[in-house]
């Protein structure tokens, strides 16, 4: 017997709160605001935790419910429906559990700011579409959740939109993303021709006979590849994570919630979600793969150069979501989705914590003038240090067991490789190595910033001016402060999370996870045409390999964070002169390896040009606006004549009057002589 | 005589009409030429009557005489009122004749 659990009310409770505070919040105290945010927000929390006790006692294992007909036509069907099933159910946790941390974080960062009420209608509007697109039960209705997540990102991203560059940063995810979404969409598009339905249920149970395509490159392939445009979108994967980076335009609460813990995580739910037909297409795993691998060591090395803090963690979140990508690649789905929870705990606390650091000293993000701030915001230290420990890889924390268990997958799955394993380390070493150089940075040697008398000046009006994103949300009161309690709440909260988070173990979670991943039909059923899915990584001297890989990756972690005490504490004078000699190459990765002016000239200035010379002025103004213009001219100097046949003269009427009579009488001789 | 004549001599006498109506800028002179086409017409209807023995040709011509006699009436009428209060003949001087 299955309950009804009320899946629709997850996502209608945040739906519900953006509503009220959309419509009504202008006219409400910040008091009121909060309060029904955050009731809203933790009600859909508290319902999904009531839903987690009740999923053991589920007979079938994917509960559907279905909420009201959308679409109908022939045979095609799209319903307002909910699916749950182990996967979504990890997904469900970690969006309403850290969502609403971060809402709670909110009304202690946010209190001073202008469009308070705005703030947290477009964040619980990002709450209800980020749980449709994890709840939906076919890819439309995670399209609707998938685009709504991108709307509210915009609009949090944009949300001090009087600020240019934030208005473009927007602009700039909306747009990218759209590239993303057009695969999507074309992927929808080919299984509803070729499977007639866009309903999980049905797509799998259809593709789940096909053989994998491991000769060249057929339907499956096309439809995993679309599928991973779309998430390379979303999940800001080579080549289009360029907007991420400036997504931290928005206020660090949302660089958390959206762009660090979970609608970044949405593309690689969406991979993993349609394991099915990406474990039948093996070419489209690889370039899953090799784009996880690369995305992760391409941002992590960019990240070891910036000195915004909200950009290293922006460059970070890249780096750790093509771990995830990576995972996929070689079909280990659920440590992608372990890596996926356990980044959600640590780097939303990582963005938090540096929002309680950019706080504390009135607005600034730049880390070069930052230091020593561990003895005067202890709380945010302890937290951040949690964090960036979990996120470096040291054991016991939440991060050494999803990364570990990544590596060791990338290593041994039937589709890994040692190339991905040692990229992986790489990049291992790397993050290790930025992430304590940002808290040597930040937390230890001298305060390098202005001191507390100038920035109670700055904080009280030069701010605005300011080309600083969280200038805005810096308080009037000057001198280095620890954080309101609101906020600090969420950062322990976060932290615990950080630490004991990844004690589950991914073997426990493997199995939590293993009915969606290795169903026991796919490998039968798909044994007899092919190599089956993998059901279980193979066992080559797996013990010994993976305690040395675990031992690996724990010293490279330990070697980042000596490299880092030796730069950035030890030896100060050393990076700037290391950087010195490298020269160029330190440029490139200080500009980005130039992505961004690459793109540019590659794509976005032929645009412009295209559209505004050739379009607008070639074709809009010379052929369509002159077609119009011209004839509205032809019709004047016709009229003109016209208008003077009216003279008034009585004796050119008389002519008229002659040559009418004429011209009949000319027309009726000719008639009579033909 | 053949019908040739007398349609020759209506079209000359219409053709005199016209070029006095669209010429001549005194409007009595405009009107004498108009009353000439109408008689010029007169004739050719009288000349068809008589060549084919029809009466309606004839009973057509009183018709026209009858209008053109109540025209004159009316148009002399007018002429006197331009005249009035205009103090003067010429039609290129009456131009009110337009929207």
Request: glycine share 10%; proline share 3%.
């Amino acid at each position: 017997m299955t309950p009804n659990l009320h899946l629709w009310l997850i996502p209608v409770l945040p739906l519900a709160g953006a509503a009220i505070n959309g419509l009504f919040g202008r006219r409400f105290s910040r008091q009121i605001v909060s309060a029904v945010a955050l009731a809203f927000a933790g009600a859909a929390f508290v319902w999904a935790l009531w839903i987690a006790s009740q999923f053991s006692s589920l007979t079938s294992a994917p509960y559907h419910e279905t909420l009201a007909s959308w679409i109908r036509a022939g045979d095609f069907r799209a319903d307002f429906a909910f699916y749950l099933d182990q996967l979504s159910l990890v997904m469900l946790l970690v969006v309403t559990g850290v969502g609403f941390l971060i809402h709670l974080y909110s009304v202690g960062y946010m209190w001073e700011e202008g469009g308070f009420y705005r703030f947290f209608c477009y964040l619980n509007l990002f709450m209800f579409f980020m749980l449709t697109l994890v709840l939906a039960s076919n890819y439309l209705l995670m399209f609707i959740g998938w685009e709504g997540v991108g709307l509210a990102s915009y609009l949090l991203i944009g949300f001090w939109f009087t600020k240019d560059s934030a208005a473009s940063a927007g602009k700039k995810a909306f747009i990218v993303n759209r590239i993303g979404d057009f695969g999507f969409l074309i992927a929808l598009f080919l299984l509803i021709k070729h499977f007639g339905s866009l309903n999980f249920d049905q797509v799998f149970a259809s593709v789940t006979p096909l053989s994998p395509e491991t000769q060249g490159a057929g339907l499956l392939t096309s439809i995993a590849l679309l599928l991973m445009l779309g998430a390379c979108g979303k999940s800001a994967q080579i080549p289009l994570y360029v907007w991420l980076p400036d997504a931290m335009e928005g206020p660090t609460p949302v660089s958390a919630l959206i762009h660090a813990a979970t609608m970044v995580t949405a593309g690689v739910y969406m991979v993993a979600r349609s394991h099915v037909i990406f474990d039948r297409a093996p070419a489209a795993l690889m370039v899953v793969a090799i784009i996880g691998t690369l995305t992760a060591l391409f941002a992590a090395t960019i990240g070891i150069t910036q000195t915004d803090i909200k950009k290293v963690l922006a460059y970070s979140t890249i780096s750790q979501l093509g771990y995830m990508f990576m995972a996929c690649g070689v079909a280990a789905y659920s440590a992608g989705i372990f890596h996926l929870m356990t980044h959600a705990f640590f780097k939303g606390l990582l963005f938090l914590a540096a929002g309680s650091v950019i706080h504390a000293i009135g607005g600034e993000q730049d880390m070069r003038k930052m230091g020593g701030l561990r003895t005067k915001i202890p709380w945010t230290f302890w937290t951040m240090t949690a964090a960036t420990l979990a996120i470096a890889g040291i054991p016991p924390l939440a991060g050494f067991f999803s990364k570990d268990e990544i590596l060791w997958q990338a290593y041994s799955s039937q589709y890994g490789s040692w190339v991905f394993w040692l990229i992986g380390v790489i990049t291992a070493f790397i993050t290790s190595f930025y992430m304590f150089r940002l808290w040597f940075m930040t937390f230890f040697g001298e305060y390098r910033g202005a001191s507390g008398e100038e920035h109670e000046h700055a904080g009280h009006g030069t701010h605005l001016g300011r080309n600083d994103a969280d200038a805005l949300a810096s308080h009037g009161h000057g001198g280095i402060h620890e954080s309101p309690k609101l906020m600090l709440i969420p950062l322990v909260i976060l932290a615990v999370l950080s630490v004991v988070g990844g004690w589950v173990g991914s073997e426990r979670f493997d199995r939590f996870l293993s009915p969606v991943f290795h169903p026991n039909s796919t490998v039968i059923v798909g044994s007899p045409m092919g190599t089956p899915p993998p059901a279980v990584p193979e066992q080559r001297n797996e013990n010994l390999s993976e305690s040395l890989m675990t031992a690996i990756s724990v010293g490279v972690a330990a070697l980042g964070f000596l490299l880092a005490w030796l730069l950035y504490y030890r030896r100060r004078d050393l990076p700037g002169k290391i950087a010195h000699a490298l020269g160029g190459l330190y440029q490139a990765v200080l500009n980005k390896y130039y992505v961004d002016e690459l793109y540019a000239t590659l794509f976005v200035k032929p645009l412009v040009d295209g559209s505004s010379k050739l379009l607008w002025r070639g074709i809009d103004q010379n052929v369509i606006d002159a077609t119009v213009d011209n004839s509205t001219e032809v019709a004047q100097q016709i009229s003109d004549t016209a208008r003077h046949m009216q003279s008034g003269n009585l004796r050119s009427y008389a002519g008229w009057v002659a040559a009418g009579a004429a011209v009949i009488i000319v027309y009726m001789v000719w008639i009579g002589v033909r | 005589m053949p019908l040739l004549y007398y349609l020759i001599l209506s079209g000359i006498l219409f053709g005199c009409g016209v070029a006095g109506f669209l010429i001549k800028r005194n409007i009595i002179t405009i009107f004498m030429s108009i009353e000439l086409m109408l008689n010029a017409v007169n004739l050719s209807f009288v000349a068809f009557a008589a060549q084919w023995r029809a009466f309606s040709g004839q009973v057509f011509v009183f018709f026209v005489m009858v209008v053109a006699a109540a025209e004159a009436a009316v148009g002399l009428a007018i002429i006197i009122a331009v005249v009035r209060t205009r103090e003067t003949l010429n039609v290129d001087d009456v131009n009110l004749l337009k929207l």
